[in-house]
């Protein structure tokens, strides 16, 4: 089979675009032809690589994976009114980059957010003739209404109405959650035309060890409390903040922000209105290095915004987090996330604005009045038996391959 998939966004970018790229390599391997229309890589800092720069179209060839990659306005996340119009732009450019494709293909994988991507990819099955499949990794324009990011407007409404209309289109539908897949069913889609495909973990966040990073970072001697991931509006981080604040009586407590977004100059700026010295920023880091920033930290944190859409939601770095063998601290009242842990061995959750409750579950975990390596353990155990990314790549390919 021919595959081309369309997304904005792809390695080397970094975060939630790499489960799109290891289940394309999957595809590859079991003999499957793959390419990939996608933008120069900009995502998340807005900087194109010097490899990418000063050219309108290139090709490249990556695992065996044909990538296609056009010009877009770059823009890190802290502007999303310049992504916006660099959405706009890829609409434009891929299209006509689609045209130097001389191949032809048995369908197209259209892969979203942003909602550029499934336009672009029924308008390629129309113009090829070929199968139109989509895969919603979240529910766009819906999340942005319910972060404050976008306004309820009729602007919103009608890309809402769009959206519902292509999913309606598609031969097939693949959720990246099950929330995202009860929404499309309550649309009437027939449950026969939905998949969920979890994103899973790759191996070696379960094979590796914290590779000097401790020591690296003068951490040797600290309960170690980390965040790695997006710093953005979907994520309540404040309340991680105000708890490091409470904490400075444990000078060997210490906190650790591992990525970018939105939201880091106002974190950062918390922590310096604050005088607090139990709290780093390390920016991005390469995805070669998270498996051991992840072994290197003592309990892991995750926390969410309450909204309507968050009870559906699955940040994909808590398949990684609980591959990594380390106790999770959840901040959300109730929803998919908490009873995926529960059915781990236990969720240690509070609400994203309890601070009282989130300083007393590190200080348990710190005492082991809270047994976090048993934890951990159980997570790990849980997460090799239900979700190795090969497990949840072989679903996706059969689900595509199916007659």
């Known amino acids: 089979m021919n595959i081309l998939i ?20 999957f595809f590859v391997q079991h003999g499957h032809r793959v390419s990939v229309l996608t933008a120069v890589p900009n995502y998340p800092d807005g900087h194109v690589p010097p ?3 000063g050219r309108f179209f290139q090709t490249e060839e990556i695992d065996g994976i044909r990538i296609y990659r056009s010009w877009v306005l770059p823009a890190s996340n802290q502007y999303p009114g310049k992504r916006m119009v660099g959405f706009v732009i890829f609409l434009f450019t891929s299209l006509i980059n689609s045209f130097r494709i001389r191949e032809s293909f048995d369908l197209i994988l259209a892969s979203t957010p942003p909602v550029n991507t499934p336009v672009i990819g029924w308008l390629l099955s129309k113009i090829r003739r070929c199968r139109f499949i989509i895969e919603i990794r979240d529910l766009q324009p819906e999340s942005s209404e319910d972060f404050g990011n ?22 097939r539908v693949i959720a990246a959650t099950d929330g995202i897949a009860e929404y499309v069913m309550a649309l009437g889609i027939p449950p026969e035309e939905i998949a969920t495909i979890k994103s899973g973990f790759s191996g070696e ?15 040797d001697d600290k309960f170690l409390i980390l965040y790695a991931g997006t710093l953005g509006w979907a994520h309540s981080l404040e309340t991680v903040v105000e708890a490091a604040r409470k904490l400075t009586d444990q000078p060997n407590i210490q906190f650790v922000f591992i990525g970018d977004g ?12 604050y005088g607090l010295r139990n709290v780093e920023f390390l920016g991005s880091q390469s995805l070669e290095t998270i498996p051991f920033f992840l072994k290197a930290g003592d309990v892991l944190i995750e926390s969410l915004r309450e909204v309507p859409v968050t009870k559906g939601t699955f940040p994909c770095k808590l398949f990684e987090y609980m591959a990594s063998g380390r106790p999770i601290l959840f901040g959300s009242n109730d929803g998919e996330a908490i009873r995926e842990l529960e059915a781990a061995g236990g969720a240690l959750a509070f609400k994203n604005d309890d601070v009282n409750k989130l300083c007393d579950m590190i200080l348990k975990l710190k005492s082991g009045a809270i047994d ?10 849980h997460a090799v038996r239900f979700h190795p990314r090969e497990r949840w790549a072989k679903r996706y390919m059969d689900f595509l391959t199916r007659a």
């Open 51 to 53: 490899k990418y720069q």
């Open 205 to 219: 966040f379960v094979k590796a060890d914290h590779n000097g990073i401790r020591q690296k970072f003068g951490w």
């Open 262 to 273: 939105e939201k880091r100059s106002m974190l950062e700026g918390m922590v310096s209105d």
């Open 6 to 25: 369309v997304t904005q966004h792809f390695p080397p970018e970094r975060g939630a675009v790499r489960r799109l790229f290891e289940f394309a390599k």
């Open 372 to 381: 976090g390596g048993r934890l951990g353990q159980k997570y790990q155990e």
């Open 150 to 171: 976008l306004n309820r407007s009729l602007f919103t409404r009608t890309i809402k109405k769009m959206m519902h209309a292509l999913y309606r289109r598609a031969e």
